[in-house]
T-cell receptor, first 114, second 116 residues
Framework: AQTVTQSQPEMSVQEAETVTLSCTYDTSESDYYLFWYKQPPSRQMILVIRQEAYKQQNATENRFSVNFQKAAKSFSLKISDSQLGDAAMYFCAYNPSGTYKYIFGTGTRLKVLA | DTGVSQNPRHKITKRGQNVTFRCDPISEHNRLYWYRQTLGQGPEFLTYFQNEAQLEKSRLLSDRFSAERPKGSFSTLEIQRTEQGDSAMYLC??????????????FGPGTRLLVL
């Protein structure tokens, strides 16, 4: 079965520091997509960053970057220069290529301390 | 605002009643998804529409659940004979269809259902 595991229910980071959120997934597919979504309290879920499995280069979006280790089936999110507005639930998601089914992890709650 | 909208935002109902939720996707998006999210969990995929065609359904979508997307615009999700276990946030997402590219989903604010 395809699963996504986020082993950190909650993380804290000091403002301006760096934090890494972990995600592992289980699949026998070779072609797929991975995503990190952010869900602020009482607000809509938004895409943070995406990674195509066929790309070896790690995706980067401003202060957000990923460490994609395909062989290890690991997809961690690094947030640099953390800001108070980064406080939210972060979900890792997996999508096998050619399907429309997205599998989400259970989420990591990120707290940013001033 | 041209984002995904969902109505109602909150719904309280008694066990055994039927409820219907509506999702209005971003106007140029022809793909639409429904998810269910319970407390402390990530969204669980329920179903997917491409235009008016329902192309994929999760095993989670029991026979009490039905979704439609007439004319490929807005979508409705109906739950018949609600049970307390149906209490959850129901999320809708839409995305454009881009050839050869896995598009980004845009989520709505969700409808929070409480079954008493």
């Amino acid at each position: 079965a395809q699963t996504v595991t986020q082993s950190q229910p909650e993380m804290s980071v000091q403002e301006a520091e760096t934090v890494t959120l972990s995600c592992t997934y289980d699949t026998s597919e070779s072609d797929y997509y991975l995503f990190w979504y952010k869900q602020p309290p009482s607000r809509q879920m938004i895409l943070v960053i995406r990674q195509e499995a066929y790309k070896q280069q790690n995706a980067t979006e401003n202060r957000f970057s990923v460490n994609f280790q395909k062989a290890a089936k690991s997809f961690s999110l690094k947030i640099s220069d953390s800001q108070l507005g980064d406080a939210a639930m972060y979900f890792c998601a997996y999508n096998p290529s050619g399907t429309y089914k997205y599998i989400f992890g259970t989420g990591t709650r990120l707290k940013v301390l001033a | 605002d041209t984002g995904v909208s969902q109505n109602p935002r909150h719904k309280i109902t008694k066990r055994g009643q039927n409820v219907t939720f509506r999702c209005d996707p971003i106007s140029e998006h022809n793909r639409l998804y429904w998810y269910r999210q319970t407390l402390g969990q990530g969204p669980e995929f329920l179903t997917y529409f491409q235009n008016e065609a329902q192309l994929e359904k999760s095993r989670l979508l029991s026979d009490r659940f039905s979704a439609e997307r007439p004319k490929g615009s807005f979508s409705t999700l109906e739950i018949q004979r609600t049970e307390q276990g149906d209490s959850a946030m129901y999320l809708c997402a839409s995305s454009p269809r881009l050839a050869g590219y896995q598009e980004t989903q845009y989520f709505g604010p969700g409808t929070r259902l409480l079954v008493l």
